[in-house]
């Protein structure tokens, strides 16, 4: 039997991430990416969302055992036309990637373009 | 956020115009050395007196570990006056490892310590945006401005409605290209400065008035 060593990435459907609750998925990434995955979420999460995955993350951090998440969203989308500017009309949630802070880490982002690299070594 | 929480938000808007409600409460947000506590240190210097400051300065992050806030600091730009509520912030993270603090010369007892009340004083900056009217958002202008910290900050702004100035701080420095910054979040008023040297702070004081006055 052959055994392969590496990293485990998930590539969560948008159709998976909104049967949950906020507190669900906040819980559940924190909890995935402390066994060390990377996320891929096709929709990432809200704003407010995301600022509770910051906060819960503080929580979590442990000196030598976790030391926090790096999180990359693609900034948002915004609808300039006069109907969107009057109806505020709130943009959509872009492709997001988590994982542990000592294994991942960006290399380049812009407005289109998430690069980043994974490291099996902690 | 819904229509009936948009109507709300932006009924309370109409009302504390119409009212004229004091001392609109205005968070510093931003990466830890942005340089967010010498901004504030610059609006005191500048409206309440040389000898008040919000907080000490450092290169190593984190220095700011608990929000500080000062109330009813008045500034006067272009014949009028605003009152305004400024809370210093600590820098937002995703991540604190206490090595980076002893790669600084910190000792291991002294870096740990620093990043517990670290992650502390992020948690307190997230909790903050509960209670504000409004964010002044601080990027280094010599630093790339698609952190997911400043996409988190202007995604909740927006969501909640609520009005929000970018500064592009350290214009000083001769790699700083706050074009990059307002190429990147072009949908938001956005005023180069230098807190430190007090460059463009009269346009920074305009913008304050416009956005939050």
Redesign the interface.
Known sequence: MIYMQGIQLDLISEARISQMASMEKVRYIIDEVRKGKILVLEKGL???E???L??M???A?Q?DVF??????????N?D?SLLGKIF?K??SKRLTVIGP??QLKTLK???NLISALVSASK | MNMIKRFKVSFSKIFNKLFKKKGACIGIYGPPNAGKTTLSNRILKDWVGAEETMGSVSHIAHETRHAKRRNAISIETNGHTISLDIVDTPGLATKIDFHDFMEQGMSDSESKKRSKEATEGVIEAVKWLDDLDGVILVMDSTENPYTQVNVTVIGNMEARNLPLLIVANKVDLPEADPAVIKEAFPQHPMVPVSALEGVGMDSFYEALAKQFG
Do not use: H, V, W
């Open positions: 809200n704003p407010m995301e600022a509770k910051i906060e993350t503080m929580s951090i000196p030391s926090g998440i790096e999180m990359q969203s693609y900034p948002a915004t300039g505020k709130q943009s802070a000592n982002k812009d407005r």
